[in-house]
């Protein structure tokens, strides 16, 4: 993954991406299913990280939920759309293979399609970042494309670009996950939403550190 050329796609698409995508989960109730689910496990228990947040509708959803819930994002035009959008909720601008934060930070973390620029190499670098900032028995919500090809954009909605999107096989990142010390509670495909997104199926894992 080129981290420069991620983060200038990201920065310069972030008001178009706000605008289109903050609203999507009122469209995905099976997202929200998973969320929810998710919010159960770890109400109470202590801050969670939506990791990859974009402008932070899945932070949103997440806090109306009364999770207390933190966005981290690399690109620096999402944490600005985020923190806009969610004047009540924390966004800090940071790598997620590198975080700068303390061992057992987090009792959970929601990476909703923030692993598909990642290569094969840097998976399991994740992964085991994703570990080391959970708490014993802390829960991870993991989406992604399914499949096995990468989508190469250089442009996006009208915007100059340079950035991969990876599909992925839900085989190898559940063996990526227990690699790295996560015990897989539940994994879940559903088909693409018409109208409402790219349409690829999409996998759910649920797992525990």
């Known amino acids: 993954?080129?981290?420069?050329?991620?983060?200038?796609?990201?920065?310069?698409?972030?008001?178009?991406?706000?605008?289109?995508?903050?609203?999507?989960?009122?469209?995905?109730?099976?997202?929200?299913?998973?969320?929810?689910?998710?919010a159960e496990k770890v109400r109470g228990s202590?801050?969670?990280?939506?990791?990859?947040?974009d402008p932070g509708h899945v932070a949103r959803y997440l806090h109306n939920l009364e999770i207390n819930v933190l966005g981290i994002d690399l690109s620096e035009g999402m944490i600005e759309q985020a923190r806009k959008?969610?004047?009540?909720?924390?966004?800090l601008?940071?790598?997620?293979?590198?975080?700068?934060?303390?061992?057992?930070?987090?009792?959970?973390?929601?990476a909703a399609y923030s692993i598909i620029h990642l290569t094969p190499s840097e998976i399991p670098v994740t992964f085991q970042e994703?570990?080391?900032?959970?708490?014993?028995?802390?829960?991870?919500?993991?989406?992604?494309?399914?499949?096995?090809?990468?989508?190469h954009m250089d442009d996006w909605w009208g915007h100059k670009v340079d950035i991969d999107f990876h599909f992925l096989d839900p085989a190898v990142i559940k063996r990526e996950l227990e690699s790295a010390g996560f015990e897989i509670?539940?994994?879940?495909?559903r088909d693409p939403y018409p109208d409402v997104e790219y349409k690829s199926c999409r996998c759910y894992i649920l797992a525990k550190s």
């Not at 959008?85 to 966004?91: A, G, Q, V």
């Not at 601008?93 to 929601?110: E, Q, T, W």
């Not at 509670?185 to 495909?189: F, N, P, S, T």
Request: hydrophobic share 40%.
């Open 130 to 151: 994703m570990h080391r900032v959970l708490r014993s028995g802390g829960w991870l919500l993991l989406s992604f494309h399914i499949g096995s090809q990468t989508l």
């Open 1 to 38: 993954m080129n981290k420069d050329n991620l983060k200038a796609t990201y920065n310069r698409i972030a008001d178009e991406y706000a605008r289109r995508i903050y609203g999507e989960l009122d469209h995905k109730p099976f997202d929200q299913e998973m969320l929810q689910d998710f």
């Open 85 to 91: 959008l969610n004047p009540d909720i924390e966004f």
């Open 93 to 110: 601008p940071a790598d997620m293979m590198r975080l700068k934060l303390d061992n057992a930070s987090f009792a959970g973390i929601v």
């Open 46 to 53: 202590g801050l969670v990280c939506d990791l990859g947040c």
């Open 185 to 189: 509670h539940r994994a879940l495909e």
